[in-house]
């Protein structure tokens, strides 16, 4: 099928929205956006999408939807109600959530999709914005395989690795849930590592570099590393107040099936602690300063 006979709708232009619409619209697919804030929609539309001003309008005009907003509520809102994404006519469509939800959500929203003769594909990624406009992005696919087959080139196009996991949609928010969990987690031990490695009077470069060996080969957490180190929080990837969200979104998915999330229950309270002090709009790893903080160290 030639790209511009498949008709692309994109809701969500935020930060990692805009990153994959970017590269999905420079792979040559025929698009149309719908973002509430109009303005964010502009550089798309100057470069040939189509602008939709109601769910409905761009439901009619995709055959593919993708989706990139905040939480579950947001993208339960975007589907359900009156002027919802469910009340158009979605038979034999097409609609892609990008955003980590709980599984709980997922299920919903692919039996929900399926009532109404349309699919939903679970397909949450890993990478910050940086990276998703660089086209680098790690995705989890669930759902129908061979609507998955389907649209493999456009997932493609902005992505470099794609792990398919099966038909429950639910798998890969949980797979999500798992990957970040382990970023916090380590993010919440440098932060002790740090703290502890300035109170011992230990080499700020030194405790760096060794950090940084036992991670070798984690590219993300050697970034995270030189910020932490450097106390760098103002080159934001992945901002404070959205770690603040993943952390809720872990625990209530971990206890809703019996297990104690004890790995990221400090990380939450930091990071509930720093978004206090006003560190929301940081990168999330300054989550790491109420360590420092917890341990007199206030320079």
């Not at 919903?108 to 949450?124: D, R, S, T």
Request: glycine letters at 8%; hydrophobic letters at 40%.
């Amino acid at each position: 099928m030639e790209k511009q006979t498949i008709r692309i709708g994109f809701i969500g232009l935020g930060k990692m929205g805009s990153g994959i619409c970017t590269n999905i619209q420079k792979a040559g697919y025929k698009l149309t956006v719908y973002n509430r804030t109009l303005s964010k929609a502009q550089p798309f539309v100057e470069r040939g999408a189509q602008v939709a001003f109601t769910i409905k309008e761009l439901v009619d005009s995709s055959d593919i939807i993708f989706s990139s907003l905040l939480d579950d509520r947001s993208l339960i809102d975007l589907c359900s109600g009156g002027n919802g994404l469910l009340s158009s006519n979605i038979s034999n469509k097409i609609h892609i959530g990008l955003t980590t939800v709980q599984p709980s959500t997922s299920d919903f929203l692919q039996e929900e999709h399926q009532k109404a003769g349309g699919y939903y594909i679970a397909a949450p990624v890993i990478g910050r914005p940086d990276i998703a406009i660089k086209g680098k992005l790690i995705t989890f696919l669930s759902g129908n395989p061979l609507i998955i087959k389907q649209i493999e080139s456009i997932i493609k196009s902005y992505t470099h690795k794609q792990i398919l996991l099966d038909e429950t949609t639910s798998s890969a928010s949980a797979m999500k849930i798992c990957v970040n969990y382990m970023a916090m987690a380590q993010l919440s031990m440098l932060g002790e590592i740090f703290a502890y490695a300035e109170k011992s009077h230990l080499d700020k470069n030194k405790i760096s570099s060794i950090t940084k060996m036992f991670f070798s080969g984690n590219e993300a957490i050697t970034e995270y590393i030189e910020k932490i180190a450097k106390r760098d929080f103002d080159n934001v990837g992945f901002d404070l107040t959205a770690g603040l969200k993943d952390a809720l979104i872990f625990e209530s998915a971990f206890t809703s099936v019996g297990v104690k999330p004890g790995a990221v229950l400090a990380a939450k309270e930091n990071l509930v602690a720093a978004n206090a002090i006003g560190l929301g709009n940081k990168d999330w790893s300054a989550l790491t300063e109420i360590s420092r903080k917890f341990a007199g160290l206030t320079d």
